[in-house]
């Protein structure tokens, strides 16, 4: 995510749908580099690491389509 699209994103937070992707991208981020920061994972750390990872581009592809429908709109 560039400069441009966050600036776009922190000046439209007050649509609901684009808060809760950008939330849950920012959420997601900060579990995956926690566990990515640990020097040894398990194998459980490592399934909830794939599992985060495919929620989190699942938020950012939420959060791509609502910035390219506010886009389009303007």
């Known amino acids: 995510m560039d400069q441009q699209d966050q600036?776009?994103?922190q000046?439209?937070?007050s649509d609901p749908e684009l808060k809760s992707a950008w939330e849950d991208h920012v959420l997601l981020s900060k579990q995956v580099e926690?566990?990515?920061s640990k020097p040894f994972r398990n194998p459980?750390?490592?399934q909830t690491l794939k599992s985060l990872k495919?929620?989190?581009l699942d938020a950012k592809t939420r959060l791509a389509d609502r910035l390219d429908a506010l886009?389009?709109?303007q």
């Open 71 to 73: 886009r389009a709109a």
């Open 34 to 36: 926690k566990l990515e």
């Open 54 to 56: 495919k929620q989190k």
């Open 11 to 13: 000046a439209h937070l």
């Open 7 to 9: 600036d776009f994103i």
């Open 44 to 46: 459980a750390d490592e």
